[in-house]
């Protein structure tokens, strides 16, 4: 079985770019270890997270994550069992979100929705695949 969970938490302050390179480097060589596939979006002190992946597993890096003095307010949004990965090919992709990408995508703006309103994310099936079609806009050339 596989499941999907999406949550949100604030960055520490003081959270540095190099700190920042430091979570990815550790997220993608930890979810490959693991099996686990997701992506990460990062701004304006957020990270919003999918990961995918067994649901033993996801429960431990979730703690992980919530022990983790880098980030705070951890806070899970969404948690399902799904069939199929929608990011099956990424140990951890990652994009750091621009003031131009909160404008040019304003949807990005719900995950941040205190209830999640899954109702935004309708058009796209899912809110992963919400993240996953952002992402591909807003990394496209």
Do not use: K
């Not at 997701?38 to 994550?65: C, H, K, S, T």
């Not at 899912?126 to 996953?132: E, K, Q």
């Amino acid at each position: 079985m596989i499941s999907q969970l999406i949550y949100t938490s604030d960055a520490a302050e003081g959270l540095t770019d190099a700190d920042l390179g430091c979570i990815l480097a550790t997220s993608q060589r930890n979810n490959a270890e693991m099996g686990l596939t997701g992506m990460l979006l990062y701004g304006r002190g957020r990270f919003i997270q999918v990961l995918e992946g067994p649901p033993d597993v996801l429960e431990r890096m979730m703690a992980r994550i919530a022990a983790d003095e880098r980030s705070t307010h951890v806070h899970t949004l969404l948690t399902r069992t799904i069939e199929a990965r929608d990011f099956a090919d990424w140990s951890m992709g990652f994009h750091r979100l621009t003031d131009a990408d909160w404008v040019n995508h304003p949807a990005v703006n719900h995950f941040f929705d205190q209830p999640l309103d899954v109702s935004h994310f309708n058009a796209y099936g899912s809110p992963a695949r919400f993240m996953l079609q952002a992402f591909r806009d807003l990394t496209a050339p």
